[in-house]
């Protein structure tokens, strides 16, 4: 439960999302990949993300750690599923 509070904050998803590849976003430039969340509500997310050990800072940029990497190939499976999910329809 604690991952789901955690990734259901508001631009949780959307930082991991922008940190998928290898580019390794400075601060300014993640907040831009990210349409321009303020940057009291970014800090907060890195934080919260880094002491879940999913994110952290290399000094030259933001970039998921081996545990966030982890994370992605499950939200992956996850992405596959959802895809191929189809909601009963009302009747």
């Given at each position: 439960?604690?991952?789901l509070d955690l990734l259901g904050r508001r631009w949780a998803m959307r930082v991991l999302w922008e940190l998928r590849d290898d580019s390794s976003p400075t601060f300014r430039e993640l907040q831009?990949?990210?349409d321009g969340?303020?940057?009291?509500?970014?800090?907060d997310r890195l934080r919260e993300l880094g002491q879940a050990d999913l994110v952290e800072?290399?000094?030259e940029g933001y970039v998921l750690?081996?545990?966030g990497k982890t994370l992605r190939e499950s939200l992956l499976q996850l992405d596959a599923w959802a895809a191929r999910w189809q909601?009963?329809?009302e009747e």
């Open positions: 439960m604690a991952l831009q990949r990210c969340v303020s940057s009291s509500v970014l800090a800072n290399t000094g750690t081996e545990q909601p009963r329809a």
